[in-house]
């Protein structure tokens, strides 16, 4: 769950910048996307019926381009204090129970998941 029910953001054309701390503790961790932090919303890949890029889905966007874009603005915790290191596949299981958190039903929530673990194995262009 997250620690409020809102994420402090300017928004900047299609970009937001984090302005506070926002908290995610999930089953297994709590993570911390520091302020400052930069992040294009839900990338939706025009499926913007499924998940908008800014809406209900964008704290779990933030926690997750966190994780995967700016390693450097997140601070992962596990639940005995211990920093970690989520590799793609755990950074998009967080972002699914980010996604149910806020209330996006599991069906849409697992499918946006799997869009996610799919790309994470598409090759990538160098």
Known sequence: MFEEDYALIQFYGTYVQVKKPLVFIGKDYRITVKKGMYSDGTTNKGLGWIIPQFGLGLRPALIHDGLVSSP????????????????????????????????????????IVAGVKLYGKLPKKT
Do not use: P, T
């Open 72 to 111: 450097s603005m997140v601070y992962v915790e596990n639940h005995e204090g211990e920093e970690v290191f989520l590799n793609w596949n755990e950074a998009a299981d967080v972002y699914g129970e980010c996604l149910k958190s806020v209330g996006i039903s599991d069906f849409r929530a697992n499918l």
